[in-house]
DNA sequence: TTTTCATATGAATAATTGTTCATATGTTTA
DNA sequence: TAAACATATGAACAATTATTCATATGAAAA
């Protein structure tokens, strides 16, 4: 989101319930805030990011063990947990040159289990 | 994710703290659910589609109506709606020329309020 | 029938992004 | 000190994607 197009000319074709727009128009919520809840979910929206977030859910871990459980590269794993740890969800502790990184959210596993309810039902 | 890279080396440092890592790996769940999870959320992951979801949650529109109510153009919406749709998220029915849509599932409004709660507690 | 209108869709494009590769940083050990 | 090791990071690349534009589809109205 947030790519520089040239600004749409809103739709091409007339309103055809103003009611109901006008009323949900006064419902929306600060353009700002959808923003930042489009951000978060798109953290979410990566299947190694989730397999980190899913594994740290189950322990405390650094990034050579979670690079060996995922099989991945240590600097992918790296480069993603930049991510997560700038989106507020993981949390690190250094211990020498070992960096050790847990969850840093309650919700985590609470917005695992609404996506996995949506899976199930589908 | 799901994109075509040569297969990783695993990581390229020795596994730290093996224990954990065999007990983490015992308890993840199938990859493809994980990969169905982030699916799911990448959906979420545009603010677009966050508001038209919004939009929805509030009353059912027709194409133009959502459109107009977030300025952007039909086309845009249209395809949009598609990714919803595909995603389950979203239904809708036609009357003559026009089709309304609506939300078809009721975790949205769930899905929602946690990214909310994680937004406010940073 | 012809026109009009709402919606859908395919192709093209610009922007974003996940991984790799090479290398830097910083800590421990020899 | 130097070597070894865990982690971080910047650049580059390939893949994905959100929108635009042009046009197709299908239903209602003229």
New binding site residues.
Partial sequence: ?????????S??????HEEVVNKVKARMPEEEILYELA?VF??F?????IRILWALDEAE???????YLLN????????????L?QAKLVR?R????????SLDDEHVRMIFDQGLAHIKEK
Same sequence: chains 1, 2.
């Fill in positions: 989101m947030a790519r520089k197009y040239t600004p749409a000319e739709c091409d074709c007339e309103v055809i951000e798109k953290v929206g990566d299947s190694t990011r871990m650094c990034v050579c063990d979670i690079a991945m590269t240590q600097s992918a794993i790296s480069h993603q947990l930049r991510v740890k690190n250094k211990e020498g040159k070992v960096v050790y990184y």
